[in-house]
T-cell receptor
Framework: AQSVAQPEDQVNVAEGNPLTVKCTYS??????LFWYVQYPNRGLQFLLK??????LVKGSYGFEAEFNKSQTSFHLKKPSALVSDSALYFC??????????FGGGTRVLVKP | GAVVSQHPSWVICKSGTSVKIECRSL??????MFWYRQFPKQSLMLMAT?????????EQGVEKDKFLINHASLTLSTLTVTSAHPEDSSFYIC????????????FGPGTRLLVL
């Protein structure tokens, strides 16, 4: 069975500081990994994905994520956080042909 | 990216009435559509998956007669909550995949349903 864990319910960071949102996964075979962001009362916006290739994936709004196969992790990062990055972030994973499994979400609060 | 719209964005209805939510892909043809439900401060729960022209596949515990899904075309899917009750109040989000073999899902903005 697939599973995704986001160990932190909330991450607080000062504006301008680096932001990291953690995600680990359990998927049979090669994983397809995704990050989405959700603003209040909105659907999910796609940030980035890892399918194959370079372990470091660059996405929208300055976000990037690093695929680490040995640690089964796909942490989301941003070098310098903005107040507007405050939102709910979801990590998701799947094996080819399977349904997408979401983590529980991590709320990010960027303080001015 | 891809644009997915949902209508309405929010709806308030009386208990016992039915509510239809539309999900449209605006700039691509979606072979597969998904309907999710999200409770406050929780993650998304997949309700059902539908392919164009086929019957939807419902997840365990989701009543197919209560949550009617129609995937009439490659750009339109509808979710009808029949005989809605207060416990059906939730945030409903649709999602679509561009084509068979494509793995990225694109999400609509969601519909908030409040049943009084």
């Amino acid at each position: 069975a697939q599973s995704v864990a986001q160990p932190e319910d909330q991450v607080n960071v000062a504006e301008g500081n680096p932001l990291t949102v953690k995600c680990t996964y359990s998927v049979s075979g090669n994983p397809y990994l995704f990050w989405y962001v959700q603003y209040p009362n909105r659907g999910l916006q796609f940030l980035l994905k890892y399918i194959t290739g370079d372990n470091l994936v660059k996405g929208s709004y300055g976000f990037e994520a690093e695929f680490n196969k040995s640690q089964t992790s796909f942490h989301l990062k941003k070098p310098s956080a903005l107040v507007s990055d405050s939102a709910l972030y979801f990590c998701a994973a799947k094996a080819a042909g399977n349904k997408l499994t979401f983590g529980g979400g991590t709320r990010v609060l960027v303080k001015p | 990216g891809a644009v997915v719209s949902q209508h309405p964005s929010w709806v308030i209805c009386k208990s016992g009435t039915s509510v239809k939510i539309e999900c449209r892909s605006l700039d691509f043809q979606a072979t597969t559509m998904f309907w999710y439900r999200q409770f406050p401060k929780q993650s998304l729960m997949l309700m059902a998956t539908s392919n164009e022209g086929s019957k939807a596949t419902y997840e365990q515990g989701v009543e197919k007669d209560k949550f009617l899904i129609n995937h009439a075309s490659l750009t339109l899917s509808t979710l009808t909550v029949t005989s809605a009750h207060p416990e059906d109040s939730s945030f409903y989000i649709c999602s679509e995949k561009k084509a068979s073999g494509q793995e990225t899902q694109y999400f609509g903005p969601g519909t908030r349903l409040l049943v009084l």
